[in-house]
């Protein structure tokens, strides 16, 4: 069995969307543009919440989860 080393374990910031107000400021704090807003239709209404489009440039630096006004954002393994 492999063994992991835990500070190779990047945590990745996780959204509670109902939370979320989608108002951007965590987008905007974001240095390596990883946020973005996802928007969709469900039953004729439409809904948008922030979202890690692109986990891969995340660097789990902390900045969405320090401005959010609703702490809708946290890190988790």
Known sequence: MKKMN?????????LDERRCKANGTCIAACPKDALGMRRFAF????????D????ERCTACGKCVLVCPTNAWSLEE
């Not at 039953?43 to 922030?50: D, G, P, Q």
């Open 43 to 50: 039953l004729f209404v439409r809904h948008e919440h922030a």
């Open 52 to 55: 890690l489009l692109h986990p």
């Open 6 to 14: 835990p500070a190779s374990v990047r945590k990745l910031p996780r």
